[in-house]
């Protein structure tokens, strides 16, 4: 595979996604235009996201195996796995949580094992040492020349990646917005968009970390800031992969009113956070809003990260 994302052309991408108008009363009393940017029509296997920051990894790789981390029903490692599958190279999956080891997999880690991927279950306290440099010698000293991509798929490759979202939406929104968990997607959205143009990111992790996690990503992706963006942290839900009825209820509504179906622990608080802004005021009026669509529902438990 040489070192260059067309090279991962054979896996036929809808580029660039959809933008698709979405008529809602909830946006349009106060003036605002809401847009829907498809990215989760990319790809059936990789899908959002998971694609923009996942090709200029693969490329770079070259072939080689490719070792990355993630939680027990992580999206990023199913796509990891599932370009591994279609594309002919090797895949090593390390899990957080020792404890899975000895049980069943579950959907997702099975769906992972079905195409290819090799399993290493970390317990928890290692695995917050992941990018150590001794945690990370003692991977490669088990599984020889591999390409280490970190959690997520966020690294300066993946922002450099995402930056065509951004370009692909110039001149069309005020403000686009997208969920985060890592970071990488708001790095390389923000340097994309044209100036003039925001973007709005909503964390679905507690903790206040991510501002930091955006600015080092731009620093290795860019040499520094790129693009005008923010963070509103209101909309976590309880933190990483929780939920709570309200938000499903909130989901539901809105899958019923516009057709879509709603991933719950990225686009719907992602959703559900633009139509409270919008309420507020927000959003001047005559503004056009972008909610970018990372992923769709995927199994019994999801998540995007």
């Known amino acids: ?114 195409d290819g991927m090799r399993l290493h279950f970390m317990d928890r306290a290692t695995y917050r040492t992941k990018t150590d440099p001794t945690t990370l010698a003692g991977l490669l000293s088990r599984y020889g020349d591999c390409v280490v991509v970190p959690e997520g798929g966020s690294n300066a490759a993946a922002a450099q990646g995402c930056t065509a979202l951004g370009r692909e939406l110039r001149g069309r929104a005020d403000v686009v917005a997208v969920a985060c968990g890592t970071g990488g997607t708001l790095a390389g959205l923000a340097a994309g968009l044209a100036p003039g143009q925001r973007a709005l990111g909503v964390p679905v992790l507690r903790g206040g970390f991510l501002g930091d996690a955006v600015r080092d990503l731009q620093r290795e992706a860019f040499g520094g800031p790129a693009g005008a963006w923010s963070l509103d942290e209101r909309f976590a839900f309880g933190g990483y992969a929780r939920t709570t009825p309200q938000l499903h209820a909130f989901a539901d509504g809105f899958e019923d009113l516009h057709g879509l179906p709603v991933e719950r622990l990225y686009v719907a608080k992602l959703l559900y956070g633009l139509t409270t802004l919008a309420e507020e005021g927000a959003f001047a009026p005559g503004s056009t809003v972008v909610a970018v669509v990372t992923g769709q529902p995927w199994g019994a438990s999801d998540s995007s990260r």
């Open 1 to 114: 595979m040489p070192s260059d994302p067309l090279a991962l052309s054979p896996l036929q991408p809808v580029l660039p996604s959809p933008l698709q108008p979405a008529e809602d009363e909830r946006f349009a009393r106060h003036g605002v235009r809401l847009l829907l940017k498809r990215d989760d029509l990319i790809h059936p296997d990789l899908p959002g996201n998971k694609w923009r920051k996942l090709a200029p990894n693969l490329a770079a790789a070259d072939g080689r195996t490719v070792l990355t981390f993630g939680g027990a029903y992580s999206n990023h490692l199913r796509a990891t796995a599932a370009a591994g599958r279609l594309l002919g190279f090797p895949t090593v999956g390390v899990v957080r949580g020792d404890e899975l080891a000895g049980r069943p997999l579950n959907q997702s880690l099975a769906q992972c094992a079905a």
